[in-house]
């Protein structure tokens, strides 16, 4: 898993916030497992979506303020290629307070 915060102020409409991970990009076949996005002033404010090089795997909405649990996860049980991209881009932007993003992969 891997947990990413961005600022409300960064976090503007067309930003991906995956940007500066690490693990937006690896050189083995992992899957995407599962989405949570959690943030920003109140539930349901802010969306995203989840791209795999420029394919739309997953669009979600902050289901709750702070920061995302296992609750919060969506399943998204997408197979990511070696050396592909996996992109966060915010569609609709945060009112206030950061936009915290989990993902979950497998090997």
């Known amino acids: 898993m891997t947990e990413v915060s961005l600022a409300a102020a960064v976090a503007v409409l067309g930003v991906n916030l995956l ?27 802010s969306e995203v979506s989840i791209l795999i090089n420029q394919t739309e795997v997953g669009r979600l909405f902050n289901s709750a303020t702070g920061f995302p649990d296992r609750f919060d996860l969506m399943a998204i049980g997408e197979e990511v ?5 996996i992109s ?15 993902i979950e992969f497998t090997d």
Request: glycine share 6%; charged share 15%; net charge positive.
């Open 81 to 85: 290629p070696p050396n592909s991209e």
């Open 19 to 45: 940007a500066n991970s690490p693990h937006r990009q690896s050189a083995r076949r992992r899957r995407l497992t599962a989405v949570g996005l959690a943030g920003s002033a109140a539930a349901g404010d």
């Open 88 to 102: 966060a881009v915010v569609v609709d932007a945060p009112a206030t307070n950061p936009l915290n993003l989990l």
